[in-house]
């Protein structure tokens, strides 16, 4: 049962450090690169303060997510199985939408890998009872 819950924590924390990856590459490449576009844009100031929060605020609830997922992951308690798999479908039910609006690109790829390997982990997390 051991082993188990060993593979479990490694996929659930893979998936994890791979949407902290992203997150990190949103805020830190993107993020750039959207205020520079906002600037240019003939916008008014209110819109272009929101669309850069809203790039800010996913960047960060993604990082949130991935802790999430880390403590859940890593600590024993009974919802662990329930909170890894919650986090990890939060993920997939995403990507359509991305898809839909942006089309297919490393970041959507990175986010379908770190929610499959959320997924995966929380399935694969012994029962509570077992625990």
């Not at 993107?30 to 240019?40: D, I, K, N, R, S």
């Amino acid at each position: 049962m051991k082993q188990r819950q060993r593979v479990a924590q490694l996929l659930a924390g893979l998936g994890a450090a791979v949407a902290l990856t992203g997150a990190v590459l949103h805020l830190v490449l993107g993020y750039p690169q959207v205020v520079a576009a906002l600037a240019a844009s003939n916008l008014g100031t209110e819109f272009k303060d929101a669309l850069r929060a809203a790039f800010l605020m996913l960047g960060f609830t993604w990082i949130a997510m991935a802790i999430v997922v880390l403590i859940a992951a890593f600590t024993e308690t009974k919802i662990r199985k329930a909170t890894v798999l919650f986090c990890g479908f939060a993920l997939l039910v995403q990507i359509p939408s991305w898809v839909g609006l942006m089309g297919w690109f490393i970041g959507n790829e990175m986010f379908v890998a770190a929610g499959a390997l959320i997924v995966c982990g929380g399935l694969v997390f012994p029962p509570a009872s077992a625990q």
